[in-house]
């Protein structure tokens, strides 16, 4: 097994703990975890095709691994949702997602379900994503170091600013300048995936304490009421 296999193993079973904990602590109807819990399958699925894992012949694993692409701004912004906090912020965030997906549409009628219209909409996907994991991440950080709470979140936001950062690197390294060592990038976008996924479900973990918590907060108050 060469070395890209090996670390493209262990990102797959990074990939899957995500899924498993969303499943096992029963997120998986919580709020806007269900986008998270859907992109993980997705993102697993393209990992296993990637390595031949799965085989289920050169164009449905073509077709499906644009399909990835094509569908991982609006899970992922989906799934930002669970972090905003007025409802002003949650109808703009609403519009963002809406605008994109008719970009994506746009995109599609323009240059077809195509790698071409790859190219075109991760760009604008990552920078938007980035943006949102950036404000969020900036304000969990300092609820968690000024009050000792929403660790979770802050874990949360800090695994997806660092996957998409290191994945706009990517982006640029191989759909951008067409870098001719494939091999390299591909180790990269392992490398960063494990590691974005042990950090975020760490913060799952953590998450889902304070969400138990404030559910016994709600039971305790309807008793009193």
């Known amino acids: 097994m060469s070395w890209n296999s090996t670390i493209g193993l262990i990102s797959s079973i ?3 703990l995500p899924i498993l904990f969303i499943l096992v602590l029963r997120l998986s109807t919580y709020r806007t975890f269900p986008a998270l819990l859907v992109y ?3 993102v697993l699925i393209h990992n296993l095709l990637t390595l031949k894992y799965l085989t289920p012949g050169q164009e449905v694993t073509h077709y499906l691994g644009i399909a990835n692409n094509f569908l991982d701004t609006p899970l992922m912004l989906t799934f930002l949702i669970y972090f905003s906090t007025s409802a ?3 109808r703009r965030m609403k519009i963002v997602i809406a605008c994109f997906i008719v970009f994506e549409l746009v995109v599609i009628a323009w240059k077809g379900f195509s790698v071409d219209a790859i190219t075109i909409i991760i ?11 950036i404000h969020f991440f900036v304000r969990q ?5 000024m009050h000792g709470k929403a660790t979770g979140k802050a874990l949360i936001s800090a695994s997806l600013l660092f996957a998409y950062g290191c994945y706009t690197i990517i ?3 191989y759909y951008v300048f067409k870098t001719p060592y494939v091999a390299d990038t ?4 392992f490398l960063v995936t ?6 975020l479900s760490a913060g799952i973990i953590i998450e889902r304490r304070r969400v138990q918590k404030l559910n016994e907060v709600k039971v305790a108050r309807k008793e009193l009421a």
């Open 14 to 16: 990074a990939l899957f």
């Open 40 to 42: 993980y399958i997705i």
């Open 88 to 90: 002003v912020f949650l």
């Open 123 to 133: 760009g604008p996907g990552l920078i938007t994503v980035i943006g949102f994991c």
């Open 141 to 145: 950080s300092k609820i968690t170091i």
């Open 171 to 173: 982006y640029l390294m």
């Open 186 to 189: 591909f180790l990269i976008y």
């Open 194 to 199: 494990t590691f974005s996924s042990l950090l």
